[in-house]
Nanobody, 128 residues
Framework: QFKLVESGGDLVQPGGSLRLSCAAS????????VGWFHQAPGKEREGLSC????????DYSESVKGRFTISRDDAENTVYLQMNGLKPEDTAVYYC?????????????????????WGQGTRVTVSS
């Protein structure tokens, strides 16, 4: 069954770090773009980062550039989001999603509205 499962969310103090995981089953992540999104209470879902399954090229939103790093472990079939310098405004439910690659595609866009196959989300709370 085609599935994405997020994990790693937690309560963390401002300035702290977390690493989120997005594990895939029944499909191989290097045939997809994978994106991380978050949705804060009362706000729309926001694209944060993505990684291209073919090239490994990445993209980040301005709100997380320089603080968050996306990576992929092909052996584990998992995409990670390393989050450093967390701020209270990063408090949200974090989701990953996948989008099949088009032939020859080597880029991704963090806010791509075509991402699909969403996981169930993992909650991150940044508070002292």
């Amino acid at each position: 069954q085609f599935k994405l499962v997020e994990s790693g969310g937690d309560l963390v103090q401002p300035g702290g770090s977390l690493r989120l995981s997005c594990a895939a089953s029944a499909f191989t992540l290097n045939n997809y773009n994978v994106g991380w999104f978050h949705q804060a209470p009362g706000k729309e879902r926001e694209g944060l980062s993505c990684i291209n399954g073919y090239s490994g090229n990445t993209d980040y939103s301005e709100s997380v550039k320089g603080r968050f790093t996306i990576s992929r472990d092909d052996a584990e079939n998992t995409v990670y989001l390393q989050m450093n310098g967390l701020k209270p405004e990063d408090t949200a439910v974090y989701y990953c999603a996948a989008l099949p690659l088009m032939a020859g595609q080597s880029t991704c866009h963090a806010g791509d509205p075509d991402f699909r196959s969403w996981g169930q989300g993992t909650r991150v709370t940044v508070s002292s």
